[in-house]
């Protein structure tokens, strides 16, 4: 019941930045955890970064690390993710996901992020 909408997504040369957003809408009880997932062709979808509502505490994956931040403004039921010093390999479909505790978990549709040499 809670639905997640994507935006911010593109194409960006290598060392350059994006940013993208998810709002969060409908049914929500209480998010206690969110995050970002992405996905290339052929391999699985990987856990990017998760944020711990309850704690405010954050984890990312080692190949971000330093270069991605994941952030929400409670005020506007939004999470960024802040991508820099993009590299090819960061090419992919970028999922948000969002648990609640009531409804549980929700995924967003998907955003293409293409990152050239």
């Known amino acids: 019941q809670v639905q997640l909408v994507e935006s911010g997504g593109g194409l960006v040369q290598a060392g350059g930045s994006l940013r993208l957003s998810c709002v969060a809408s409908?049914?929500?009880?209480?998010?206690?955890?969110m995050g970002w997932y992405r996905q290339s062709p052929g391999k699985q979808r990987e856990l990017v970064a998760a944020?711990?509502?309850?704690?405010?505490?954050?984890n990312y994956a080692d190949s971000v690390k330093g270069r991605f931040t994941i952030s929400r403004d409670n005020a506007k039921n939004t999470m960024y993710l802040q991508m820099n010093s993009l590299k090819p390999e960061d090419t992919a479909v970028y999922y948000c996901?969002?648990?609640?505790?009531?409804?549980?978990?929700?995924w967003g549709q998907g955003t293409q992020v293409t990152v050239s040499s």
């Open positions: 996901f969002a648990r609640d505790i009531r409804y549980g978990g929700s």
């Open positions: 944020l711990n509502t309850n704690g405010g505490s954050t």
């Open positions: 409908g049914s929500i009880f209480s998010i206690n955890g």
